[in-house]
Every structure is written in structure tokens, then in C-alpha cells.
Nanobody
Framework: QVQLVESGGGSVQPGGSLRLSCAAP????????MGWYRQAPGKQRELVGT???????NYADAVKGRFAISRDSAKNTVYLQMNSLKPEDTAVYYC?????????WGQGTQVTVSS
């Protein structure tokens, strides 16, 4: 089974920054679009953004201009750089392919933004 491992979460104040990492099998990086997702308490899981095999990206309106996704094929790792964080960004963040496969969801990494 494919194993995706997220890391880098933590607690920050509004306006702060965090960088999340997602390690995945090389075969997945080579042939699939990767996505970052998040789920806040009491809300449905939502797509944050995607990165294709060539590095092309797309973002949800809520994070445009603040978040950036990058891809390092040599390290089989996808990153989510989060700047100007807001309390509404508080959520568990997950990586998966896009469209997501239910069996690929991992434990995610918690991001908490508060004063």
C-alpha cells in the first residue's frame, strides 16, 4: 500500500509561517498530480492546492498569494510553504494524489494559528 508521510506542523501566531513536507514513493511522484488538503474541526476536508509532475500549481482561493506548493523529485518530497497565516488556516493538513484515493490518507500534521 502507498504510504504518504506529512510533517512540519506546529503552533504559530497570526501572520507567522510554516513549511510542511510530504514524502511519497517515487513512482507516485513521477506519474500523479499531488495535492495538499486540510480539515478544520467541524468542517469537511478541502483541497488546498495541487502540483503537477512538471511543477505547475493551482490553489484554492482562500490561500492564493499566501501559500506555495513546490516539488523536489530528487527527494520524493512535496512542500507546502504557508505565509501570513490566519486563525482560519487552523486544521489538520494532509497530502495525497489528486484526485485523492481514500486508502492513501495518512495521519496528517496539525497546524494551529492563534494569538
Amino acid at each position: 500500500q502507498v504510504q504518504l508521510v506529512e510533517s512540519g506542523g506546529g503552533s504559530v501566531q497570526p501572520g507567522g509561517s510554516l513549511r510542511l513536507s510530504c514524502a511519497a514513493p517515487g513512482i507516485i511522484f513521477r506519474f500523479y498530480v499531488m495535492g495538499w488538503y486540510r480539515q478544520a474541526p467541524g468542517k469537511q476536508r478541502e483541497l488546498v492546492g495541487t502540483v503537477g509532475s512538471g511543477g505547475n500549481t493551482n490553489y484554492a482561493d482562500a490561500v492564493k498569494g499566501r501559500f506555495a506548493i513546490s516539488r523536489d523529485s530528487a527527494k520524493n518530497t512535496v512542500y507546502l510553504q504557508m505565509n501570513s497565516l490566519k486563525p482560519e488556516d487552523t486544521a489538520v493538513y494532509y497530502c495525497n494524489i489528486h484526485p485523492a484515493r481514500e486508502e492513501y490518507w495518512g495521519q496528517g500534521t496539525q497546524v494551529t494559528v492563534s494569538s
